[in-house]
């Protein structure tokens, strides 16, 4: 089949892009999207053009490495479908196809598709966590975690830190990923001495790493590969505003406005 | 060679030994730590968890990856689960008998010693998983659930969907993230080790590339771990993801470390098959598949009717036919070769390709469409995703695929290889898995090593003092960053006209072929001429493109392509000195009058551990015998 691409390329952060044209002739519609882009570097390498940089590693939909945006949409047409396991049968001959980078403040342009997420890394850093030192675990079954809790732990958990959800929001918000984290710790006993601590650590460093509000749009759970749910968000919410009715530790209060 | 090839297993039974030489070991003042430096390379499962841990102690970590973020790094492909002597589901489970499954499942090629103490940790790396909050599956009472995998005959799987590896990296990196969140490890994510420091022989930094400037700087510590990973990626197409390269080992070899046993390659048998020319990696499909999945290829060769017009009578269920106690469940290295060898003989249900059935019709009529989607929704909607077929309605088609490296840097009872000062960790290291690797084996070792092994053992080196201060002004740091430098410069300038990923392909395509799941003395001694011709040919023809100074991923797979040329050398190698069949390293002529490896105990029940002697001289050969107390050498049967 033929297809289109027109493909943003930048030279680096501070440089301008552009969409540049390309055309693609005779690929395969079993060939996964990523090797879409592999063939058409491929070609450019052949007549010694600088082939397009795009971050992606698994290519099994759980690395989180992967993910531009096609046509308008984080990872593309494919419900629940990461980039690289996006395949060309879901495109027709001759379609036209818009790529770009995740485009959100937070996350600067490194050079073409490839983004810096470390904003991603700074929030779990600052408190997505359960303190437990290595050695000093009880065992395992001492403490009992009813099903129904263990499978929404698990729900939440599954997020792949792609950033897809900033990409598909209005606001740029990283609201679903923090959500997700704080609900998958929330869930479980485990996680409930540093429940309410948590929750503030990582809001306030999603608003210092510039991600910007939630407007309950709910464009990040359509756009999820891993169909996170924005019942999470609502979770989140809850977790926020219990912080602010628990005593501050270390002077540490939610303060500012989710 | 530099420093000594000594075991160093602590004396004593079996069972008293990791007690014991924990007691013995040297401690290292708590005020002390912190004057310490150590760095990880790697973030999986091993890295993430001995970086962790180590900055718990005291000491200052520098963690390196070249993945954008920690959490990324490929242990979080892993599905199906992590094997714990628990025996939680009171079926006849301990230590003794995962230390003997893994023996056994190894085909005696692995340390007793060591597999015995992973057995033994197995069931803490659970509580402390299970303490950082990882969702593991959950009876309705609230206790952890638990499957059978691989073929084991008792339940010691702990799992969390079909995202188990997923689940425990992100514990290791939410661990991780605390400390370097404290200040107690430096992280340095898109950074690349190019090279391994040595200084008076120790192990005393590395030589990195900063992925996105291109800046090649050094970094100088007490000692250094690598965390890095298996090879699988030599064969081009694998299920490893497209960075997991061979560099850092190869690099760490070239100054001096001891290559154990590269020629014990795992091929995973169900895999969804290549497609096409354009073929850029294989994926794998859970093992759990086997089972309710039942493999079959039509007892007619080049049948071409469509598998539900195929009488059960004409169809051949060969694993069942062939191992009728353990059928469709026989261990990877059996069902994989088994597969290729229907293949050969012309059964392909893959139409000029290879492949046969998973067929799981059996199952629907038993459980239940219903029943089926619960076990394997998510793993049946993958392979619809990618083959654009539904395996409700026709069966899977499945090929083996490289999956795991048992092979790595050789190491002693503390992780330690030869070399002073540089600890190998996780897949990157030899120990544990023999010549096979049983499933749900990875995790666990990857845990082991990284939360409750490596801590211990790296603080009786850094206790021994004896370590003069040395920092990046060092002649030697000077030396290796030049001639890092120099090396990136060689691969920018070939300028000749063939991509790195078509060498790459290339090189994939020979290995597969000569140093694969079968092997010969003939193809093996083509496989190295061929290799060597390949290589000369990469120097001269490889167009590299883009600079030295900028985010250029071209250039960083010419500096992984390159190494594997190197190393894939050493594998044909090394297959070709092991005349023998065992587990996963199949040589043809070696082998039982049913087509089963035959295993030369009085010949070959050795690590063979390789020197580099130079790019024009031929690798030395030491080997670390292998003895049995425990668990007696017998033929592996699965009738």
């Known amino acids: ?258 | 060679m530099i420093g000594e090839m000594r075991p160093r297993v602590p004396e004593g039974p079996i069972q008293d030994k990791w007690e014991r030489h924990r007691f013995e070991m040297k401690l290292v003042n708590p005020a002390n730590k912190r004057r310490f430096e150590v760095i990880v390379v790697g973030s999986g499962l091993a890295g993430a968890s001995a970086a962790a841990s180590l900055a718990e102690l005291g000491y200052h970590v520098s963690c390196f990856c070249f993945q954008d973020s920690p959490r990324r790094a490929h242990s979080i492909a892993a599905q199906g689960g992590i094997n714990a002597a628990k025996n939680y589901q009171n079926d006849g489970d301990s230590v003794w008998r995962l230390f003997y499954d893994t023996v056994k499942g190894g085909d005696f090629r692995s340390r007793e010693a060591n597999v015995y103490r992973l057995a033994e940790i197995s069931v803490q790396i659970i509580d402390q998983c299970v303490a950082q909050g990882v969702p593991f599956a959950r009876e309705y009472g609230g206790l952890l659930a638990n499957r059978s995998f691989g073929g084991a005959q008792v339940s010691r799987t702990f799992y969390a969907r079909g995202q188990t590896g997923q689940q425990l990296l992100l514990g290791a990196y939410q661990a991780l993230a605390r400390q370097i969140g404290l200040g107690q490890v430096q992280m340095y994510p898109r950074t690349e080790m190019l090279d391994l420091v040595v200084i008076d022989g120790r192990a005393r930094g590395i030589v990195v590339r900063d992925l996105v400037t291109g800046a090649i700087t050094a970094h100088a510590a007490h000692a250094v771990v690598l965390a890095t990973g298996g090879y699988s990626n030599v064969f081009f197409l694998s299920t490893n993801a497209k960075g997991c390269n061979v560099t850092a080992t190869w690099r760490a070899a070239k100054r001096g470390a001891l290559f154990a046993n590269p020629c014990f390659t795992q091929i995973h048998p169900t895999c969804i098959p290549a497609h096409g020319a354009h073929q850029s990696k294989l994926t794998l499909m859970s093992e759990s598949l086997r089972n309710d999945g039942r493999i079959w290829v039509p007892k007619k060769q080049g049948d071409s009717r469509r598998p539900g017009d195929i009488p059960v009578g004409e169809r051949d269920y060969y694993l069942e036919r062939l191992y009728p106690s353990f059928g469709n469940l026989v261990p990877r290295d059996v069902a994989s070769r088994r597969a290729k060898d229907m293949c050969d003989d012309g059964y392909s249900v893959v139409p000029g390709g290879h492949g046969v059935y998973l067929d799981f019709s059996d199952a629907i009529a038993r459980l239940g469409t219903s029943g089926i989607a619960e076990r394997y929704g998510n793993l049946f909607e993958m392979y619809e995703r990618i083959t654009g077929e539904n395996p409700y309605d026709v069966p899977m088609r499945i090929y083996p695929a490289p999956h795991y490296t048992m092979g790595g840097l050789w190491v002693d009872y503390n992780l330690m290889s030869n070399l002073p000062g540089l600890h190998v960790i996780g897949e990157a290291n030899f120990s544990d898995h023999g010549a096979n690797r049983l499933g749900a084996s990875a995790l666990m070792q990857g845990l082991a090593d990284g939360y409750f092994i490596l801590p211990y053992t790296i603080g009786d080196y850094l206790a021994q003092g004896k370590l003069e201060p040395v920092d990046v002004s060092h002649t030697a740091f000077r030396q290796v960053e030049a001639e890092v430098r120099e090396r990136t410069s060689r691969l920018l300038a070939v300028n000749g006209s063939q991509s790195v990923d078509a060498f790459h392909r290339e090189l994939g395509h020979l290995m597969w072929e000569q140093c694969g799941m079968s092997r010969t003395k003939q193809g093996l001694e083509n496989g190295l001429q061929q290799v060597r011709r390949l290589r000369e040919r990469f120097w001269k023809e490889v167009f590299v493109g883009g600079k030295g100074e900028d985010l250029n991923q071209s250039l960083e797979r010419a500096g992984r392509v390159a190494d594997f040329m190197e190393f894939a050398e050493l594998m044909c190698l090394d297959a070709l000195q092991r005349e023998e069949s065992c587990g996963a390293h199949f040589r043809e002529e070696y082998q039982t009058p049913d087509g089963e490896a035959k295993r030369d105990d009085a010949r070959f029940s050795y690590v063979a551990a390789w020197e580099w002697s130079g790019a024009d001289s031929a690798p030395v050969a030491h080997h670390e015998p292998l003895g049995f107390e425990y668990v007696h050498l017998a033929q592996r049967s699965y009738k």
């Open chain 1, 1 to 258: 089949m033929r297809l289109i691409l027109h493909v943003w390329r930048q030279a680096g952060p501070d440089a301008s892009g552009r969409f540049v044209k390309y055309e693609t002739d005779g690929v395969s519609p079993d060939m996964s999207f990523l090797e879409l882009l592999d063939v058409l570097n491929e070609r450019l390498i052949a007549i010694k053009e600088e082939p397009i940089a795009f971050d992606h590693d698994c290519r099994e939909g759980i690395c989180g490495s992967c993910g531009v945006v096609i046509n308008g949409r984080p990872h593309g047409p494919q419900r629940a479908t990461t980039a690289c396991q996006l395949h060309l049968r879901h495109f027709r001959d001759g379609d036209a196809l818009w790529i770009e980078p995740w485009r959100a403040r937070a996350f600067p342009v490194v050079k073409d598709l490839v983004v810096d997420r470390s904003a991603f890394d700074r929030i779990v850093q600052a408190g997505g966590f359960i303190t437990a030192r290595t050695g000093s675990a009880p065992e395992a079954n001492a403490m009992l975690v009813p099903k129904r809790d263990a499978d929404r732990a698990m729900d939440a958990a599954a997020c792949i830190g792609c950033g897809a959800c900033v990409a598909a929001c209005p606001n740029a918000s990283a609201t679903l990923f923090v959500a997700a984290k704080v609900s998958h710790l929330g869930a479980l006993p485990q996680g409930q001495p540093e429940r309410y601590e948590r929750v503030v650590r990582m809001v306030d460093a999603m608003d210092e790493a510039g991600f910007g509000a939630c407007t309950n749009h709910g464009e990040c759970m359509a756009a999820c590969p891993k169909e996170i749910s924005v019942d999470f968000i609502a979770q989140l919410n809850r977790d926020v505003l219990k912080a602010t009715l628990v005593p501050p530790r270390e002077g540490k209060a939610w303060t500012g406005a989710a």
